[in-house]
């Protein structure tokens, strides 16, 4: 059984519907670290809230999914451990060392969020994109062009702020405080 | 037991009956847990295997017992087996000290190159 993984903005969002077996979970796994990649994701969230058990083989796998998401730069929490699968795993002794967990999935996007916010919403796609401010890729200088006469980057021009351009025009003494609230 | 598909469905079964017998849904999620480490035992270690569940009475009280049978290679030292830790197949090692502990009887027979018998009990409260 598949297991459907929703792709919403920077995260990954895999729901497991029902009972799972190893190749099943195996396949999740494997899924997971692969679309890491595909979609640039900077986190994932597992929600096992419809797990019937959480058994050695599954914690494993879980803790496995974590790392190797980890290994290709994306957060991994798992969601939803219902009261009763972690009363059975703590008396199996389990534990899901090294991994974030929430109580939900709302929990959890807002975990991620609070974790990817420094690295920005996504990742920069492979391609160039013009930011303004920052010089964009000059393209290789063509064979038999000397370097010297390569061109230089192309910068955009910053926007200044909507502040600072309004301010700029207002007479002397104007409050800009008051007028910030200008539409 | 033949593959990891029909771990599932024992411990699918387990619950089944466990609920039947009155147990708490708590309960429930321990008997399915044993079953499923009990069940992948078989299928890891001698590939094919059986579980048995059915209900017990001792004393005016009731339980599931769950046998779990097969002809494998059989485990050469039980006091290792049983220590927390332990394991041969690279796996977390906690297999059967851990059913001990979500169950409250537990049984071991074993012999080498004969097979290995757990049965594990759990009273309702």
Partial sequence: MDVPVLKQGPFLIATIQAALNDADLNKLRRSLVEQVGRHRSRGVIVDVTSLDVLDSFAARTLRDIAHMTGFRGAETVIVGIHPDLAFAMVQLGLTLEGVATALDLEEGLAYLNERTRRLGATRPLPSTRAVAGRPIMAPAPRPGWPLAIARPPLVIPREEPRERRRAKPAPEGADPETRRDLP | ?125
Wanted: hydrophobic letters at 40%.
């Fill in chain 2, 1 to 125: 037991m033949r593959s990891d598909a029909d771990v599932v469905i024992a411990r699918q079964r387990g619950r089944e009956i466990a609920s039947l017998l009155g147990f708490s849904a708590s309960d429930l999620a321990l008997i399915a847990t044993a079953i499923s480490e009990l069940a992948r035992n078989i299928v890891l270690y001698a590939g094919s295997g059986e579980i048995e569940i059915g209900h017990v009475e001792q004393m005016e009280r009731r339980g599931i017992e769950i046998v779990a049978r097969d002809q494998g290679p059989g485990i050469r030292n039980i006091p290792q087996a049983m220590r927390d830790g332990f394991s041969t197949s690279g796996g977390l090692g906690l297999g059967l000290p851990g059913v001990k502990r979500l169950m409250d009887e537990f049984e071991i027979q074993s012999r080498p190159g004969r097979g290995t018998t757990v049965t594990v009990r759990r009273w309702t409260r």
